[in-house]
């Protein structure tokens, strides 16, 4: 069960004008369970989004990429089960003719589709099921439909994430809903495997791609399960310019920085959700880094905490083997070379409000089961002061138990 987490009641996700949603069965993979999902989008819409820096990525990745650069966008496929990555031109081809389906039922041209796909890697897309799915999809399409949808694209979730906020723009009500799915393969170098945000407000091309990139870094860019990734992580933000406030353009404006706020708030509730329902997790760790030079230097220590198996098990066992931690912040300059000069006489550890290590060892105060109490919540807080500026960042991740393991043996069966 994820870590204090639940999928918001169906009612607390707010239409957003301009967006239909649909999903259907169409057995993908596995049957009787709802693995295609169809999102059409009003004449005018704006698209940008961001994708795995992973050099193996999937084919509907290349596809997303130059089908964007292009403009235009009316309609996103998204299929679960199978990634459609490691499949070579054959997959390119398959990427491709999902798009020609989705056209033909839309009167679309099929560069107007964005497709996704996520599940196993190296195993052929069957176009065939998808293309049958697809009038179901489409009977589907409502305003109301993000709560099943986010349920339709989950793999090893066990639960689904969507979050939804509205503000006022120049006086016009602005809505922000989106939904993310990811539990596994989770260190995005750009976002989660697959996240989608939809506003109805009216934003520039401009302005629209510097928002999806910002809340990006501060929501999707922050979090790992298991250090790994994936092939397929995509996050794509949406405005369909139908909430009635003059167009957004200049970032550095009132308007924009609310809409930047509310999509960012948004991308890091499902972000924290993706966490809290990482394969196997029992807590939720957020590890806070304070005085570094800059915020890569402070990142790449939280990732090499975050990332440490070592650290990870031990927090599933609340067990204070903190010199564990230790070892992470030192090892972080493989990360970040200017952590090469790390002085580790000025670091400090602390492990919820106790202080653990200072001078460059265990603090005189520091008693062991002061730690083994403090990793016993579901929810921690590791916080480190690196002692070398005033720059600071925070990594969310979660510990490993023994059902990560199990989950990740059994996955294709």
């Known amino acids: 069960m994820p870590v204090q987490y639940s999928t918001p009641p169906a009612e607390a996700l707010k239409p957003v004008r301009g967006i239909r949603l649909g999903c259907a069965e169409a057995g993908i993979r596995k049957k009787d369970r709802r693995d295609l999902t169809l999102i059409d989008l009003a004449p005018g819409s704006k698209v940008a989004g961001v994708f795995t820096q992973n050099r193996f990525c999937a084919a509907p990745v290349h596809l997303c990429r130059r089908h964007l650069a292009r403009g235009d966008i009316r309609a996103l ?5 199978i990634a459609n990555a490691g499949t070579g031109e054959a ?21 107007q589709v964005l497709p996704f796909s996520t599940g196993v890697i190296m195993e052929p897309l069957p176009v065939d099921r998808l293309e049958r799915g697809l009038p179901a999809c489409l009977e589907d399409l409502e305003p109301e439909n993000w709560h099943a949808c986010a349920h339709a694209i989950m793999t090893t979730d066990t639960v689904a994430k969507a979050a939804s906020r ?14 993310a799915k990811g539990a596994g393969m ?3 170098n750009m976002a989660t495997m697959l996240g989608f945000v939809a506003t109805d407000a009216a934003v520039s091309q401009a302005a629209l791609e510097a928002i999806v990139r910002e809340a990006a870094d501060h929501s999707f860019n922050c979090i790992s399960v298991d250090g790994d990734t ?12 139908l909430a009635g406030n003059p167009e957004i353009d200049a970032m550095d404006s009132a ?3 609310a809409l930047l706020a509310a999509v960012t708030e948004v991308a890091a509730e499902l972000a924290h959700a993706i966490v809290r329902d990482g394969e196997g997790a029992t807590k939720f760790i957020s590890v806070e880094v304070s005085g570094g030079r ?3 230097e402070c990142r790449a220590v939280g990732y090499s905490i975050a990332h440490s198996p070592l650290v990870k098990t031990a927090f599933f066992a609340s067990d204070p083997n903190l010199g564990r931690i230790l070892a992470a912040i030192g090892n972080a300059a493989q990360l970040h070379p200017s952590l090469r000069d790390l002085d580790v006489d000025r670091v400090q550890l602390w492990l919820g409000n106790v202080l653990v290590a200072a001078d460059g060892g265990r603090h005189p105060a520091y008693r062991e089961e002061q ?3 403090a990793m016993q919540p579901q929810e921690i807080a590791v916080r480190v002061n690196l002692g070398r500026g005033a720059a600071a960042a925070t990594v969310w991740t979660c510990d490993f138990s023994y059902d990560y393991v199990k989950i990740n043996a059994d996955y294709r069966s």
Do not use: W, Y
Not at 91 to 111: H, W
Not at 166 to 179: C, R
Not at 230 to 241: E, H, K, P, Q
């Open 166 to 179: 509205q503000i006022s723009l120049d006086g016009q009500s602005v809505t922000v809903t989106g939904m």
């Open 255 to 257: 308007s924009a920085r």
């Open 77 to 81: 496929v998204i299929n679960t089960g």
């Open 294 to 296: 800059d915020r890569d």
């Open 371 to 373: 730690g083994a109490s």
């Open 230 to 241: 994936s092939t397929n992580d995509s996050f794509v933000l949406i405005a369909t310019g």
């Open 186 to 188: 989770i260190k995005p």
């Open 91 to 111: 997959g390119m081809i398959a990427a491709e003719a999902t798009c020609i389906a989705v056209a033909r039922l839309l009167s679309l041209a099929p560069e």
